[in-house]
T-cell receptor, first 112, second 115 residues
Framework: DAGVTQTPRHEVAEKGQTIILKCEPVSGHNDLFWYRQTKIQGLELLSYFRSKSLMEDGGAFKDRFKAEMLNSSFSTLKIQPTEPKDSAVYLC??????????FGPGTRLLVL | GDSVTQTEGQVALSEEDFLTIHCNYSASGYPTLFWYVQYPGEGPQLLFRASRDKEKGSSRGFEATYDKGTTSFHLRKASVQESDSAVYYCALSDQGQGGSAKLIFGEGTKLTVSS
């Protein structure tokens, strides 16, 4: 089976731009997670979907971050507008009940 | 809320040294515990997990035992190799209790092994 796919792998944006990151979960998995990873804060949960329903939307990230699950095999994370402090690695993961989360390779975002 | 604490931020060892990375957790329920490893440029990948008290998880020579009494899940390896250099994360999930499937991660421990 294919693992979690994330595109693009690298993104450079100017401050104030809108960027959209994409994720395709492992086929058949019904839980999908978006995380942000930085050296200082470590791994922070941004959003969590179960069967396409939003279960958790990280409080600190609500204003400019919006994750959507358009169908069971595709999710997007929109950051609008971007700020330099958003520079980080964004990780997508998927799982099935009682099956551990599988992570994608991440998208490295740099906001100038 | 639930939390995971890893004592060591960085560990530097020589090949064939013994490794211990300490992990302690705080949870209201009976969580499943995990160790993940992350190599540069990749996402975290599961090493192993344990779901009940005294259960030992193991993979690739790494092992950890779920200890409910001391709320710990310390990672150990008898003889590390240079290829073990990576960041190791301890994590918990209470999905076994019918709760959220989300993972709560520790801060991570960067292991560097020199030859």
């Amino acid at each position: 089976d294919a693992g979690v796919t994330q595109t693009p792998r690298h993104e450079v944006a100017e401050k104030g731009q809108t960027i959209i990151l994409k994720c395709e979960p492992v086929s058949g998995h019904n839980d999908l997670f978006w995380y942000r990873q930085t050296k200082i804060q470590g791994l922070e949960l941004l959003s969590y979907f179960r069967s396409k329903s939003l279960m958790e939307d990280g409080g600190a990230f609500k204003d400019r971050f919006k994750a959507e699950m358009l169908n069971s095999s595709f999710s997007t994370l929109k950051i609008q507008p971007t700020e330099p402090k958003d520079s980080a690695v964004y990780l997508c993961a998927s799982s099935l009940k009682l099956v551990p989360q599988y992570f994608g390779p991440g998208t490295r975002l740099l906001v100038l | 809320g639930d939390s995971v604490t890893q004592t060591e931020g960085q560990v530097a060892l020589s090949e064939e040294d013994f490794l211990t990375i300490h992990c302690n957790y705080s949870a209201s329920g009976y969580p499943t515990l995990f160790w993940y490893v992350q190599y540069p440029g990749e996402g975290p990948q599961l090493l192993f997990r344990a779901s009940r008290d005294k259960e030992k998880g193991s993979s690739r020579g790494f092992e950890a035992t779920y200890d409910k009494g001391t709320t710990s899940f310390h990672l150990r390896k008898a003889s590390v190799q240079e290829s073990d250099s990576a960041v190791y994360y301890c994590a918990l999930s209470d999905q076994g209790q019918g709760g959220s499937a989300k993972l709560i991660f520790g801060e991570g421990t960067k292991l560097t092994v020199s030859s």
